[in-house]
């Protein structure tokens, strides 16, 4: 029989009292819409070129709900793959939290829609909205509910449709998203470390960078708002791009720093899958080399909260990550938000 290194880094849960509980990721699974919509289609929709798209984003196609698929029905989709991996039953699922900008409906939440689709009676369930840093929100939530007790088996799920808040028209941001979701399990495993840190941060100052305007309380849904385009994602490319370059370097390092380890001790790092230029620049200030950074960005284009729930699965089935090896991952979105999490597999 095999055995793992030995450990080379610092757990910073040790020093709190969890009487041994550690969280782990038991499975990841991952689901993305048939559809899929590539560059030259877009260029008969908006005024630009497959080049243009790709020079400045890396994308080169993105996939695409079905009219009649919805936020829960792609989540649902994700958990049921991450939950056959796992071998564990609708039954035995605690708690299942959902990171979405793009639920089915104001409420009630897309988790109890999930609860429902997956048969998950047991659960308690609810929506947590941090935009494209949702999972690693969600994965450090669930974590707490592992480590105290509370529960034993968490479904954290990061799901979106945003081709439903998309305009068409416009070019600078109808050729960056599309749809999809990722999906964990959380639980307890023995001799695992598992998740080992995570650092959140925002910066609500800088919330009108990225943004939809309209649905909510200030801006409830009228024939004035739905003509003047309040429903749809709005952004600030430029200053966006800025912000998070800083802002998801700032997070690795910390995490990093957390942990006692550098770069060269990380096996792969996943970064939110947002524009092949922001994934460049982070993994050059990190000091990263060539094939540490995993990128899945030209298949999908930026899926906020799914993106490095899809990544991870993704990097996991095709074997670049292994037990044993540290994952980096870190993300930045609407909010401002941003995070990053040390992820021994």
């Not at 299942?96 to 897309?110: C, E, L, Q």
């Not at 028209?169 to 470390?193: E, M, W, Y």
């Not at 943004?211 to 966006?240: I, N, Q």
Request: hydrophobic residues 40%.
């Amino acid at each position: 029989m095999s055995t793992l290194p030995a450990r080379k880094f610092r757990n910073p849960r040790a020093k709190h009292d969890f009487k041994g509980r550690t969280c782990s990721i038991a499975s990841v699974g991952s689901y993305v819409p048939d559809r899929i919509v590539t560059n030259a289609e877009l260029e008969k929709l908006v005024d630009t070129t497959d080049d243009w798209i790709t020079s400045r984003t890396g994308i080169k196609e993105r996939r695409i709900a079905a009219a009649d698929e919805f936020t829960s029905d792609l989540g649902a989709k994700a958990a049921r793959r991450a939950m056959e991996k796992a071998g564990i039953t609708a039954d035995q699922i605690d708690l299942i939290i959902v990171s979405t900008i793009t639920p089915d409906m104001p409420f009630p939440s897309t988790a109890c829609l999930v609860q429902q689709k997956l048969g998950a009676t047991r659960a308690a369930a609810f929506d947590l909205e941090a935009a494209c840093s949702g999972f690693i929100y969600g994965l450090e939530v669930g974590q707490q509910f592992i480590m105290s007790r509370t529960y034993d088996t968490v479904l954290v799920i990061g799901a979106e449709k945003l081709s439903s808040i998309i305009n068409w028209k416009d070019r600078n941001t109808c050729v960056l998203f599309g749809d999809g979701a990722g999906a964990a399990i959380l639980q307890s495993r023995p001799n695992s470390h598992g998740l080992l840190t995570a650092c959140m941060g925002a910066d609500g100052a800088k919330a009108e960078l990225l943004s939809m305007p309209g649905g909510g309380s200030r801006c409830p849904a009228t024939v004035a708002s739905v003509s003047d385009g309040l429903h749809f994602l709005r952004m600030e490319g430029k200053e966006t791009f800025k912000s998070a370059v800083n802002a998801m370097c700032s997070a690795a390092n910390e995490v990093l720093r957390r942990c006692e380890i550098d770069i060269t001790q990380v096996k792969l790092v996943i970064p939110h899958q947002a524009n092949q230029r922001i994934i460049d620049a982070v993994g050059d200030r990190l000091g990263t080399k060539p094939g540490q950074v995993f990128v899945n960005l030209h298949k999908y284009g930026n899926t906020s909260a799914a993106s490095v729930a899809i990544a991870l699965d993704e990097a996991v089935t095709s074997g670049q990550v292994q037990r044993g090896d540290l994952v980096l991952l870190v993300v930045f979105g609407a909010g401002l938000t941003w995070g990053a999490a040390v992820i021994e597999w």
